[in-house]
C-alpha cells in the first residue's frame, strides 16, 4: 500500500512521512514537493534508516508520478501567515494554494478506491472545497481534524492526573480552531468517569483545555511548529484506512444531519477504514456542548461562505469549480450511529 505525501518536504510533512516509516503500515512512501531537493533528502534520508525499521520503498518525485498508484495521498502543504497578515488573508492564501494543488491531483488522477487527507489549515475549510472539487466520493475526502487536538487534551490530561496517557479518553469535536468543542461529559480515565477521578475539578478542565487550544501558538513559538504530535496523529488516521482497522477518530467529514448538523466539514467520531469515512458517530452531548458544537458550525459557514464569496469574484489564482462528487448516505449496513515552500502551521 502506498502513501504519498504532498508537502513532504516541510516540518509536518517530514514527520507524518516518518511516522509512517516507524509505523510500518505503508509498504510505499512517497515524498513529494515544491523544492524537489529537499522532497529527495527527505526521502533519502527515511530510506537509509529503513533495514533498521521496516522493508519500505521511499521515493520522491513530482505529483504526474506519485499520485496515480497511491492508496493514501496526505497533503499538509501550506504557507505560514506574515506579519501583520490577517487570519482570513493567510486563509485566502492557503486556499488559492491548496485549490492549485488539488487541480494538480486530480489532472494525474487518482486510484480507484485512493482516500485524501488533508492536514493543511484552515482544514475544515479545505476538506469541504475538496470535496466539491476533488472528483472523489465524501467518504474519501477526510481532514485531520480534531484528531491532533484530542490527542493533545489527552495527554495534557494524563500529565496533570498523573496517570498513562493512553488510558485517558476524551473528544474535542467541531472546528479545528478557536470554536473547537471539549466533551467533557463522557470523558474517562481507565473506563471510569474523568468527573469522579481523584484530582479532576472544574478548574483543571479550564486549564487544561485552554493548554490545549493555544498549543499550537505555543509549538510555534517555542520550535518554530508542531512536528512530532502531528505526525504521529497523520500516521493514526492513514493506518486505520490502510489497515481497514475501522477506527473511531474525531476527523473533519462532510456532515448530512448528525447532531443536527448539514453541509459544512468538521469533526465528530468517524469510523475510518479501506472505504473511508465509513460511519459517523452520534453520542451523547451535554446540553452546552450541543450548544457549542452548532456555534462551531456556524463560525465555519461563515469562513466558507467569505470563501466561496472571493472565489466567486474571481480573486484567485485557484481553477474554477468542477462539479461536486455525488454525495450519499452511508448504506444501511453503515447507517449513522445515535523548511520548504509548504509549510503548515498547527
Known amino acids: ?29 512517497a515524498i513529494v ?5 529537499v522532497a529527495q533528502g527527505v526521502a533519502l534520508d527515511i530510506l537509509q ?42 486563509i485566502n492564501r492557503n486556499t488559492d494554494l491548496f485549490l492549485d494543488l488539488l487541480a ?8 480507484p478506491g485512493a ?7 484552515p482544514v475544515d475549510i479545505l476538506t469541504h472545497l475538496a470535496v466539491e472539487r476533488s472528483g472523489l466520493d465524501w467518504r474519501h475526502v477526510i481532514g485531520l481534524g480534531t484528531q491532533l487536538d484530542t490527542a493533545r487534551l489527552n495527554s495534557h ?20 480552531g478557536d470554536s473547537m468543542v471539549p466533551i467533557w461529559s463522557s470523558a474517562t480515565v481507565a473506563g471510569m ?8 475539578n472544574a478548574q483543571m478542565e479550564k486549564e487544561v483545555f485552554e493548554e490545549t487550544k493555544t498549543a499550537g501558538a505555543t509549538m510555534i513559538k517555542l520550535k518554530g511548529g508542531s512536528g512530532f504530535a502531528v505526525g504521529v496523529s497523520i500516521r493514526e488516521v492513514v493506518e486505520s484506512i490502510l489497515l481497514d482497522s475501522r477506527k473511531v477518530l474525531p476527523v473533519s467529514t462532510l456532515q448530512q444531519g ?15 477504514g479501506a472505504g473511508g469515512a465509513m460511519a459517523q458517530v452520534e453520542v451523547s452531548l451535554a446540553p452546552r456542548e450541543q450548544v457549542a458544537l452548532h456555534n462551531s458550525a456556524r463560525v465555519l459557514k461563515e469562513t466558507l461562505d467569505m470563501v466561496r464569496t472571493r472565489l466567486a469574484s474571481g480573486r484567485s489564482s485557484a481553477p474554477s469549480a468542477t462539479p461536486a462528487a455525488p454525495v450519499t448516505r452511508p448504506a444501511e449496513g453503515q447507517r449513522v450511529i445515535p523548511r520548504s515552500t509548504w509549510q503548515p502551521s498547527r
Not at 10 to 21: D, E, P, T
Not at 75 to 90: C, H, I, N, Q, Y
Not at 115 to 121: A, I, K, W
Not at 193 to 200: D, N, R, T
Open 115 to 121: 482516500t485524501l487527507v488533508v492536514v493543511s489549515n
Open 49 to 90: 534508516g529503513t533495514s533498521l525499521v521496516a522493508d519500505q520503498r521511499v521515493v520522491s518525485g513530482p505529483i504526474q508520478e506519485q499520485i496515480p498508484d497511491s492508496d493514501v495521498v496526505v497533503v499538509t502543504a501550506g504557507l505560514r501567515r506574515k506579519p501583520e497578515e490577517s487570519r482570513l488573508d493567510l
Open 157 to 176: 490530561l494524563a500529565r496533570r492526573l498523573k496517570v498513562p496517557a493512553t488510558q485517558v479518553r476524551a473528544l474535542l469535536l467541531g472546528e479545528h
Open 1 to 29: 500500500m502506498k502513501v504519498s505525501v504532498v508537502g513532504g518536504g516541510g516540518l509536518v510533512g517530514s514527520m507524518a512521512a516518518y511516522a509512517l516509516h516507524l509505523g510500518r503500515v505503508a509498504s510505499d512512501i
Open 193 to 200: 468517569p474523568l468527573a469522579q477521578w481523584p484530582g479532576y
Open 33 to 37: 514537493d515544491a523544492n524537489e531537493q
Open 258 to 272: 448528525l447532531y443536527g448538523l448539514h453541509d459544512i466539514c468538521l469533526s465528530v467520531p468517524t469510523v475510518l
Open 104 to 111: 494538480k491531483l486530480r489532472q494525474a488522477g487518482w486510484k
